[in-house]
């Protein structure tokens, strides 16, 4: 089967197209035959091993995973012989921000894991479009307690986590300012945003609303740019570690001296999220967005166009 491979950390210059062993699947795995996957940028941060943190996980020298993938769509070709909830033939997606090997025409996957049916009416590229940015979006969300009442500031409203954040928190019937260039305006009004600044034109900063939350998706900005558009008791979080790693320890400290709050999202449980965005989808309550669709063969060119941090939502690798 064909799969995409690195042996070392790099740049997308190190990834190669090549012809592997079907994998075979364990006694509680799946076998995969995989429709599409994304290039997300927790793909990226693997390739290139940076933050360098990330390696006491993933391989202090060279990557533990040879074959990069979070996130999958497909069709169940076997099943190991303890398997209760699934059965060949099943529409399937999945992710798992430790990483699946899922850039390859097959991947095996516990029935344990964060691993669901496709709902009714889905396609591989809708679903698959909603995994890796909802996932962290609902983490951001599930650290906070966001209702009716309270007005929300996400910057990077149009990227993965930004485009999942604007929905998921439009359900709470919360005020959405959201941020992003020109081109994306309308797309983002589209997904539920009440407001909209655009970025290209406009400095956020300097806008004299006053929120209880405010999300920086893209990590493009700091709790000490943002900390004056708070309300007293407001909070802000971001998907970054921010400048000298401040994201982490300003939790602690903020929380010490009350008032205004930052919070670093650590992500946790994925089938939840999952299992969430997929009862929003059958509701018609979540869309899923997609920017450009790349086949195997393309795949540098995915990781140049997704390391370059401009995409809008989310950019599918197709193997079908
Ligand atoms: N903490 C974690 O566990 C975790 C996990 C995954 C990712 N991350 C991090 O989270 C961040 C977001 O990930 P993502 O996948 O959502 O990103 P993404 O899809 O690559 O974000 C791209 C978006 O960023 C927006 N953008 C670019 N420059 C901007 C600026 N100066 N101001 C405002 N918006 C800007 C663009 O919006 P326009 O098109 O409107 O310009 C584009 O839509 C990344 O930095 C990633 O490393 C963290």
């Known amino acids: 089967m064909k799969a995409i ?7 997308p210059e190190v990834l190669k197209v090549e012809s592997v062993s079907k994998p075979i699947p364990k006694n509680d795995e799946l076998l995969i035959r995989v429709h599409c996957t994304t290039v997300n940028r927790t793909d990226c941060s693997m390739l290139t091993g940076k933050p360098y943190i990330i390696r006491a996980f993933i ?15 497909g069709q169940i070709e076997a099943v190991g012989e303890n398997v209760k909830s699934f059965a060949i033939g099943d529409r399937v997606w999945g992710f798992q921000d430790d990483g699946l090997s899922s850039q390859a025409e097959y991947m095996t996957v516990s029935e344990n894991k964060a ?34 009442n309270d007005r929300v500031l996400i910057n990077g409203a149009t990227g993965a986590i930004g485009s999942a954040a604007v929905q998921l928190i439009k359900h709470s019937g919360a005020t959405v300012t959201a941020i992003t260039n020109t081109k ?18 406009e400095d956020f900063t300097k806008d004299l609303e006053r929120y209880n939350f405010i999300l ?55 089938k939840k999220s999952l299992l969430l965005v997929s009862q929003l989808l059958s ?32 950019v599918i690798l197709s193997f079908t």
């Open 5 to 11: 491979r690195r042996i070392k950390y790099g740049g």
């Open 59 to 73: 391989g202090i020298f060279n990557p533990k995973q040879k074959v990069l993938g979070t996130d999958f769509a």
């Open 115 to 148: 691993v669901i049916k496709i709902p009714e009416g889905f396609s591989y590229q809708e679903v698959v479009a909603c995994a890796e940015g909802a996932h962290y979006a609902n983490n951001f969300i599930n650290k906070v307690n966001i209702n009716a």
């Open 184 to 201: 994306n305006i309308t797309l983002v009004k589209s997904l539920g945003a009440d407001r909209v600044i655009d970025y290209q034109k």
């Open 216 to 270: 920086d998706t893209v990590g493009k900005s700091s709790f000490f740019k943002c900390k004056h558009l708070l309300s007293s008791d407001g909070t802000y979080i971001s998907s970054e570690l921010g400048p000298y790693i401040q994201n982490v320890y300003l939790p602690l400290i903020t929380k010490i001296y009350g008032g205004k709050r930052v919070k670093f999202p650590l992500p946790f449980d994925c």
């Open 283 to 314: 509701q018609g309550k979540f869309k899923p967005v997609i920017d450009k669709i790349y086949n195997p063969e393309q795949v540098k060119k995915a990781y140049q166009y997704v390391a370059s941090g401009q995409k809008t939502g989310n």
